[in-house]
DNA sequence: TCTGGGGTCCTAGGACCC
DNA sequence: TCTGGGGTCCTAGGACCC
């Protein structure tokens, strides 16, 4: 058996670049990429991070996730957009579209992110870089924006170099590249070693990606079990995932919302938390499954996060009864608190066509599968947000 | 006007069973 | 009668990713 060809392919600056290329085909004369500029959330609605900066910002010093007040910091005149989801979508399809003109053997790894299995093609490592070439020279010409791509022999690797120098480049990163290209960077840059890890390493002698790989794997595992192992065969390049272009199944759904204001009134909380409910059962039964675990996650004015689950008594999509565990199990956790932010998600799905239904509550539960039925073909015909259930028209939120 | 939202996977401890 | 040990399931919390 062979090596593997296997590509990352990654959106340089995703959303703000989407962004950007919509602006100006929309006749705006401005390219937001080539000034300090952020795509935000609504600070208004406390949801002020930054989800994607130009690389002017960058230079700033501007990191994504940090709160846009700090960033203003860095830079007083930093231009601020929001984002739109249905755009970013749109543009994803047709990066997706494009590559699937080489192969199927696309994983969607994200909106913006990709890995492709070009094995089949049957291609030397020269051939491979040829249709990198392509792939990249299509999407600036065709679309706008600009990708960065990875090539190696393995997920892993070809997901490294595709962060290396950016943006509009392409990188290898083939086993015999690797003390060379990637040992002598910082164990931070390593996929899967994040902010809580690294001090834990540094406090044990490894700062670089080649520190860790020259370190006992034995030792790893003792101090960090699994992902000890995973981290040093990660640092030695060793991955043997396969690029997984049927798409799978969740294994959950959730839905959160940070309030804009707090709240500790326990009435108002459960009108919220139907408004989520409802979107997550309504994605729920989109997926065709059934879910037999609700978890509720709340969120304090403190920023103190603390989840409480239960078990459904059947399987089931029923936004009714969905909705009445997680009412349950918010109370019972529900000490007063002031709540910044509340969600629910379902988890231990499994699909309908194998699915037992409970014998005891067929029959509402029947009535209550046709109310759902119903509000979701409206939903689909006029909109999400068309109809919802008459107890929260009343007495809207806010 | 200070810190999003959607996921996956792992771990530790307790309950329970044989 | 000073109290093993293996296994599974469940819950809460936390790490990581984009």
Request: hydrophobic fraction near 35%.
């Amino acid at each position: 058996m062979g090596e593997r060809q296997i590509i990352h392919v990654d959106v340089n600056n995703a959303f703000l670049s989407w962004t950007a290329v919509e602006k100006l085909k929309n006749g705006e004369i401005l390219d937001i990429r080539a000034i300090p500029s952020i795509i935000g959330g609504d600070e208004k609605q406390r949801r002020g991070v930054v989800l994607a900066k130009s690389t002017p910002a960058k230079h700033l010093g501007i990191k994504t996730g940090e709160p846009i007040y700090q960033a203003r910091k860095k830079c007083p005149d930093l231009k601020i957009y929001s984002g739109n989801y249905e755009c970013y979508r749109k543009y994803s399809d047709a990066l997706y579209n494009l590559i699937s003109e080489y192969t199927n053997k696309i994983e969607r790894f994200s909106i913006d992110e990709c890995f492709v299995d070009l094995t089949d093609l049957n291609q030397d490592n020269l051939g491979i870089m040829n249709i990198a070439k392509q792939i990249n020279k299509r999407v600036k010409q065709e679309f706008g924006f600009t990708v960065n791509i990875g090539i190696s022999n393995n997920k892993l690797l070809a997901k490294m170099a595709s962060d290396f120098e950016k943006p509009d480049k392409i990188h290898t990163l083939y086993k015999n590249e690797i003390q060379e290209k990637m040992w002598n960077l910082n164990v931070s840059e390593l996929f899967m070693v994040g902010r809580q890890t690294v001090p834990k390493l540094q406090r044990i002698g490894i700062d670089t990606i080649g520190d860790l790989a020259k370190t006992e794997e034995r030792y790893l595992i003792r101090r960090f079990g699994k992902y000890g192992r995973m981290m040093w065969e990660y640092a030695n390049g060793i991955d043997n995932q396969d690029v997984e272009f049927t798409p799978t199944k969740p294994k959950g759904i959730g839905n959160s919302i940070t309030l804009p204001y707090d709240v500790n009134k326990l009435e108002e909380l459960e009108k919220i938390l139907f408004k989520l409910v409802e979107q997550v059962s309504y994605r729920l039964r989109k997926q065709k499954m059934l879910a037999r675990v609700v978890c509720i996650k709340i969120k304090d004015k403190n920023f103190q996060v603390y989840t409480h689950q239960s078990r459904l008594k059947s399987d089931t999509n029923c936004t009714k009864e969905i909705y009445l565990l997680s009412k349950k199990i918010l109370k019972e956790m529900y000490k007063n608190e002031q709540v910044r932010l509340i969600g629910v998600r379902v988890d231990n799905l499994s699909e309908v066509e194998n699915s037992q239904m409970s014998i005891f509550n067929f029959e509402t539960e029947n009535r209550q599968k046709k109310i759902d039925s119903v509000i979701d073909e409206i939903k689909d015909k006029y909109g999400y947000n068309s109809i919802t259930r008459a107890s929260t028209i009343k007495k809207d939120i806010k």
